[in-house]
Nanobody, 121 residues
Framework: QVQLVESGGGSVQPGGSLRLSCIVSGNILNINNMGWYRQDPGKQREVVAYITSDGIANYGSSVKGRFSLAGDFAKKTVTLQMNSLKPEDTATYYC???????????????WGQGTQVTVSS
């Protein structure tokens, strides 16, 4: 069974930094892309950043220049370095992977359980 396990997150003052990490495990055939989304209560989930298997990283417009994404498809890990954090970055962050597994070889989105990031003075 595919699992995405997140670590990191927490509370930080504006201007601070945090790092989120995610490990993907299971009977995986291949990963198409990995990344992070975030969601505030009452709002739609939005993309923060994702990286494709050919190494191209894409960022949401609100985080460009402040966040940096690194993905290791061999180790099945993805890390989000968040710098210059702002109060509007406060949200629950979810790891995401689009992948093919032995159980579901046609490709599917999988999600982590979510980790809270709070930016407040």
């Amino acid at each position: 069974q595919v699992q995405l396990v997140e670590s990191g997150g927490g509370s930080v003052q504006p201007g601070g930094s945090l790092r989120l990490s995610c490990i993907v495990s299971g009977n995986i055939l291949n990963i198409n892309n990995m990344g992070w989304y975030r969601q505030d209560p009452g709002k739609q989930r939005e993309v923060v950043a994702y990286i494709t298997s050919d190494g191209i990283a894409n960022y949401g417009s609100s985080v460009k220049g402040r966040f940096s994404l690194a993905g290791d498809f061999a180790k099945k890990t993805v890390t989000l370095q968040m710098n210059s954090l702002k109060p509007e970055d406060t949200a629950t962050y979810y790891c995401n992977a689009n992948l093919r597994s032995v159980e579901r070889p046609y490709g599917l989105d999988y999600w982590g359980q979510g980790t809270q990031v709070t930016v407040s003075s």
